[in-house]
């Protein structure tokens, strides 16, 4: 009877720890690292953004055709998130598609838009205030931004 109570607290006292342990261990297995991303320029970038208005704020990311995008402000260029490739793909077919790189328009407002390709192959923006050039660069802006919003 002595040695059966001796085992039952040997097994409690052992219970009692894996108890503690097993939380512990969860909780790190479910930490996650931080993932920071550098911003590194790629051969082909798309920034776009706008400026102006009262305060003549200037609101501008860059998306590389790695994906991601960045926000450029004051004190440096800070990650905002990964887009598919699929995404990018899209991107680039609608920039593609209105021959981006043959269009002119630079007439900037009191609250401007402004999309700039820079490639291998070209290098090209387009400003404007409302209205906007065409609908189909407006609806480039509009895509570009939904993805950072997103």
């Not at 003549?56 to 490739?85: A, H, M, S």
């Amino acid at each position: 009877m002595f040695q059966e109570n001796q085992f039952l607290k040997k097994i409690e006292k052992n219970m009692k720890h894996i108890l503690l342990v097993i939380p512990i261990v969860l909780l790190f297995l479910s930490c996650r690292t931080h993932r920071e991303t550098i911003y590194q320029p790629t051969p082909v970038q798309v920034f776009f953004g706008n400026y102006g208005g009262f305060t003549n704020l200037r609101t501008e990311y860059v998306l590389n055709n790695d994906g991601n995008i960045f926000k450029i402000e004051k004190d440096g260029v800070n990650y905002i998130k990964t887009l598919k490739k699929k995404n990018v793909k899209e991107i680039t077919k609608m920039l593609d598609n209105n021959s981006f790189e043959k269009l002119e328009h630079n007439i900037p407002g009191n609250f401007s838009y402004f999309i700039k390709v820079i490639s291998p192959e070209y290098s090209n923006e387009v400003t404007w205030s409302e209205p906007a050039p065409n609908e189909s660069i407006k609806e480039i802006y509009k895509t570009l931004m939904k993805t950072v919003k997103q």
